[in-house]
DNA sequence: GCCCTGCCTGTTACAGTGTAACGACCGACC
DNA sequence: GGTCGGTCGTTACACTGTAACAGGCAGGGC
């Protein structure tokens, strides 16, 4: 219950290193906050989301839709999108813009805090991190630029811990 | 040169404070860094960049194309785009990942350092701007991370200092 | 001169990304 | 029952980006 007030330290949650997020705990959240705002978490939404989390790395719309297709029935990318935007509007999943491409999200975190994603270039895995420090600087720049900023994307692109450990690549 | 002069005609939404960047200046800039490195600045990248620089707002690869296009001679985007990947290598422009679009860096910066961008949601505008401070608790976080940077994006979207005193619409 | 090589550009083709528009369905509410 | 709003299916289309191949052009070696 309580995650947004354990999470000022550097205790960020991570996926990777044992697996995709959890989704059932991800679904519960959704299920909540349909619950609480009066939405409708329907069943595209649900398998969209359930898609998304189970993935280790970043989904293109299109392939979310090739795995929620069976041979009868195909869904469309454009329902896909339809639903990721729900998602993302609640802040359930994100999409990473330099990939197009959408990933679960980590953290229990309101959809006003800005998230740090760690991309990993030779494994794919993107890491979600917070730090109230980067805000604290992203605040006063944009502050003294007489700036009011909306949403926030800070994205880095480099290798992962686990991927400087094993080098030389398979 | 009358930098102000140009502008005069026409009621464009003016993105940059300090006017729009200076494309001779750049054009410049990028013959130097040519000569030094013996690399070709080819009359397609220098007409691509003079596109992108006398715009005061991100651009297509597909508007720079139509842009660089005369009735008898059409340009195709895929050309657009190499010499897109020339001069964004070279950090003579920026791409901007949430818009799919390209900016003129307004900066000498060289391309290790990061920039932010402000991109602005009423008049399309982008401002961009280098915050030591960002750097530092970036650099921070990510060694913290354990992860090794390559490349970093930093967009903020939101409302411009000008855009919020016209406040309403035009 | 001639060929070879490397780089840039033109062209075609195609895959991936994203949205607009219309219609049908369904549940809620009068 | 009828209306209204939201979701979803479907089609169509525009935009974004890359692969592959061919031609052109400059420089270097013979």
Same mark, same amino acid.
């Not at 990777?16 to 609480?36: I, N, W, Y």
């Not at 007489?146 to 949403?151: D, L, R």
């Given at each position: 219950m309580d995650e947004h007030g354990t999470c000022g330290q550097h205790d960020h949650a +991570?996926?990777?290193? +044992?697996?995709? $997020?959890?989704?059932? &705990?991800?679904?519960?959240?959704?299920?909540?906050?349909?619950?609480? /705002? #009066?939405?409708? @978490?329907?069943t595209l939404r649900r398998r969209t989301l359930e898609v998304v989390a189970e993935e280790g790395r970043p989904l293109g719309a299109y392939d979310?839709? &090739?795995? /929620?297709?069976?041979? #009868?029935?195909?869904?469309?990318?454009?329902?896909?999108?339809?639903? /990721?935007? @729900?998602l993302t509007e609640h802040g359930l999943v994100h999409r990473i813009a330099s990939r197009n491409a959408f990933v679960? !999200?980590?953290? #229990?975190?309101?959809? #006003?805090?800005?998230?740090? @994603? /760690?991309? !990993?270039? *030779? !494994?794919? *895995? $993107?890491? &979600?991190?917070? *730090?109230?420090?980067?805000e604290r600087s992203l605040?006063?720049?944009?502050?003294?630029?007489? @700036?009011?900023?909306?949403?926030r994307i800070v994205e880095i692109e480099g290798e992962c811990g686990a991927c400087q450990g094993r080098q030389g690549v398979e």
């Open positions: +991570h996926a990777h290193p +044992h697996g995709p $997020v959890r989704t059932a &705990e991800l679904v519960a959240r959704a299920e909540r906050l349909a619950q609480d /705002l #009066g939405l409708q @978490f329907t979310i839709a &090739e795995r /929620l297709s069976v041979p #009868g029935k195909r869904v469309a990318a454009v329902s896909v999108y339809r639903a /990721l935007d @729900f679960p !999200c980590e953290h #229990g975190h309101g959809a #006003g805090e800005s998230a740090v @994603f /760690l991309i !990993c270039r *030779s !494994c794919g *895995s $993107v890491d &979600e991190t917070i *730090s109230a420090e980067i605040d006063r720049t944009l502050a003294q630029a007489g @700036f009011k900023p909306a949403s």
